[in-house]
């Protein structure tokens, strides 16, 4: 059974499952439905919650927090073959997963110490958009091997004003891999000011 976390938990994913290596990460958002947009709204978007393209990123960092490798719907296969993107989604309509990284454990480099998963507004500040029009945002990690959710987390904090989300991240803890529900929200308005955070 899944473990549901609130902001700031952590979890531990390969302790007591030995043979843990394939996962699935999980990413969901949908647009906030705003009363009185009609087809016309619906059809063309604009500034409303209609057409809202969120992405979601992985950065694989290193020693020194230094940022090695990122994966998102432009590269989708890390260099190390690890973390896999299954690709864009422009809308976030309809229920479950809206976009989905793979991550072999087992494939991931020594030197890799974190996987942080990001998702951001793509064109945030030509569609006056931000983390207000979203709602129902989560992540989730899933046993691939299984099909068996290890651990979710819903997003409820108010992300108004914001235009990236730092929803989770993987990392090692010795030998042993935790995942950590972050749940924070910053205003970069594209993975590669996240990125250049990074060192990159």
């Not at 499952?17 to 949908?30: E, K, N, Y």
């Not at 994966?71 to 229920?95: A, M, W």
């Not at 793509?122 to 651990?151: H, P, W």
């Amino acid at each position: 059974m899944a473990i549901s976390l609130q902001k700031g938990q952590k979890i531990d994913l390969t302790k007591g499952r030995a043979g843990l290596s394939q996962i699935l990460v999980g990413l969901g958002w949908d647009p906030v439905k705003k009363s009185g947009s009609g087809f016309l709204g619906g059809l063309f978007g604009g500034g409303g919650g209609s057409n809202i393209d969120c992405d979601a990123s992985v950065l694989l960092i290193g020693e020194n927090d230094k940022l090695e490798d990122v994966v998102y719907f432009g590269k989708k296969l890390s260099t190390c073959q690890s973390v896999r993107h299954s690709g864009d989604n422009i809308t976030g309509e309809g229920d479950g997963d809206d976009e989905q990284v793979f991550v072999d454990l087992n494939k991931v480099p020594a030197h890799i110490h974190k996987l942080v998963f990001v998702v951001n507004i793509y064109q945030c500040v030509q569609r006056k958009q931000d983390f207000g029009m979203i709602q129902n945002a989560f992540i989730r990690v899933v046993d691939s091997s299984s099909n068996t959710e290890l651990a979710n987390y819903n997003l409820t904090d108010n992300y108004g004003g914001m235009t990236a989300l730092f929803p989770g991240e993987i990392y090692r803890s010795g030998s042993e891999w935790k995942f950590s529900a972050v749940g924070q929200g910053t205003k970069d308005t594209g993975i590669d000011k996240i990125a250049a955070k990074y060192g990159r």
